[in-house]
């Protein structure tokens, strides 16, 4: 286990409303990452975070910002969440932290009903 | 640009039987390679990973998985399944160790 957490669960929400996911890791890993989840696609990379504050975008950025203000946490934040937002999210983390890791831990996930 | 590629989106197969998954990967430097499974409704969890080493890794629920450099291959088996093992199966290649790329996913269906 390596303990990372997302809340919340589920979510339904509104067109146009504003929306926060959060992730939570315990270990202290350099690395963080927000993919969704669709049928036909696998699993596609949102943004990511190399460390305090150092975040990029990933293939599926629109629509979608990231913040991380401490190693533990990393936000993803649908700035107007639109029904093409419907999906399952991952947070993920790997790299340096109380030991190394070369792959990728995920959390539990997220699913988002944008109605 | 890496990337997965996994041949087969459906794969089903009766219990007890042997099962492979295909998935092919290009890159033209070392990667490390990493199957997961995804169990309904939940996360994805690590079942095998290559790093260096010996080209036959063995991972979890009696899952191995062979590296082969000149096919740029990393192929999964089982020699007997079970129900349980019926999930959502995703190759995964990384070159840096900080960035990930997935094949779009296998779905084994064990048949009773």
């Known amino acids: 286990d390596a303990g990372i957490t997302q809340s919340p669960r589920h979510k339904v929400t509104e067109t146009g409303t504003p929306v926060t996911l959060r992730c939570h890791q315990t270990?202290?890993?350099?690395?963080m990452y927000w993919y969704r989840q669709d049928p036909g696609h696998g699993l596609r990379l949102i943004h990511y975070?190399?460390?305090?504050?150092?975040?990029d975008k990933g293939e599926v950025s629109d629509g979608y910002s990231v913040s991380r203000s401490k190693t533990e946490d990393f936000l993803l934040t649908l700035e107007s969440a639109t029904s093409s937002q419907t999906s399952v999210y991952f947070c993920?983390?790997?790299?340096?932290?109380?030991?190394?890791?070369?792959?990728?831990?995920f959390g539990p996930g997220t699913r988002l009903t944008v109605t | 640009a890496q990337s997965v590629t996994q041949l087969d989106s459906q794969v089903p197969v009766f219990e007890e039987a042997p099962v492979e998954l295909r998935c092919n990967y290009s890159?033209?430097?070392?990667?490390?390679l990493f199957w997961y499974v995804q169990y309904p409704n939940q996360g994805l969890q690590l079942l095998l990973k290559?790093?260096?080493?010996?080209?036959l890794v063995k991972g979890i629920n009696g899952f191995e998985a062979e590296f082969n450099k000149s096919q740029t291959s990393f192929h999964l088996r089982k020699p007997s399944v079970h129900i349980s093992d019926t999930a959502e199966y995703f190759c995964?290649?990384?070159?840096?160790?900080?960035?990930?790329?997935f094949g779009t996913g296998t779905s084994l269906t064990v048949i009773p």
């Open positions: 270990e202290n890993h350099r690395y």
């Open positions: 975070s190399y460390g305090v504050k150092d975040t």
């Open positions: 995964a290649a990384s070159n840096t160790g900080n960035q990930f790329y």
């Open positions: 993920a983390i790997s790299g340096q932290g109380l030991t190394f890791s070369y792959e990728q831990y």
């Open positions: 890159s033209s430097v070392s990667v490390y």
């Open positions: 290559y790093l260096s080493g010996s080209t």
